[in-house]
């Protein structure tokens, strides 16, 4: 498959006003986590050891979230940015940046599928470009600004092969699928082996455990499923009607598997 062709394929939909909903509504479960340490956080560690933290250095983390990941490398470098979807994730960032007296960690609110990375000045501007498990990077386009926006490294980690014990079978209530990343990771390698990139990739399983209050959870099952379909009144009563049947003192519990996978890959300008 040439590039052309991928391009023209690799589309995706990411319905922006729904990702925003999702991870306003998420973005509480971030408020009090810790921040990553670099010395022990496999994704941090790999970044650390491709490319050597100093003064000079400029990241971008695209879909950063509450911005753990920039807040604990801002020591390290001279500029951490960071951009997200959702205004409430980029609330904490900036409030736990101000909190923990970083002064080098800027944050805005950006979708990235609209994002125009010239207007912004962000082209070959960053020495070191990530985005850990977030959706923003989903296809053609998106991973091509990424790229672009790298002077020396990008790293991309997506989950694949997920399984989600209770948002799988809300779906499954209504006739969706459980979707598969697997594609998408194929889609990938086309696109970098295409540009002439060698990329290499690490694999990561990995289980946990959360904890949602039911109506959060209720929310977050519904709009998970919006991001693939429209839902009739119907079929959002029937997803409210399985998750409430699951709570216990108005906790409803979920576990989570899946294969981390990073791409790695570097790129002189």
Known sequence: MTLEQLKQSWVSNSKPEVQARLWGRASADYKNKPLPDPEKDPFLKRLREEVPLHEGIRTLDIGCGAGGYSLALAPFVTEAVGVDISGGMIEIARARGKELGIANAAFSVLNWSEADIDALGFRNRFQVVFAHM????????????????????????????????VLDRALEL?????????????????????????????????????????????????????????????????????????????IVSECTTTTRVTTIWKKEI
């Open 134 to 165: 977030t959706p923003a990077v989903c296809d053609y386009a998106t991973l091509e600004k990424m790229d672009a926006c790298a002077a020396r490294l990008c790293m991309l980690q997506k989950p694949t092969r997920r399984r989600d014990s």
């Open 174 to 250: 209504v006739g969706i699928l459980p979707e598969a990343a697997d594609q998408a990771m194929v889609s990938t390698y086309n696109y970098l082996w295409g540009k002439g990139y060698e990329p290499h990739f690490v694999y990561d399983r990995e289980t946990w455990h959360t904890e949602r209050a039911t109506e959060d959870m209720v929310g977050w099952c519904t709009d998970r499923a919006k991001l693939r379909r429209e839902l009739t009144p119907a079929e959002e009563a029937e997803i409210a009607c399985f998750v409430r049947s699951l709570s216990e003192n108005g």
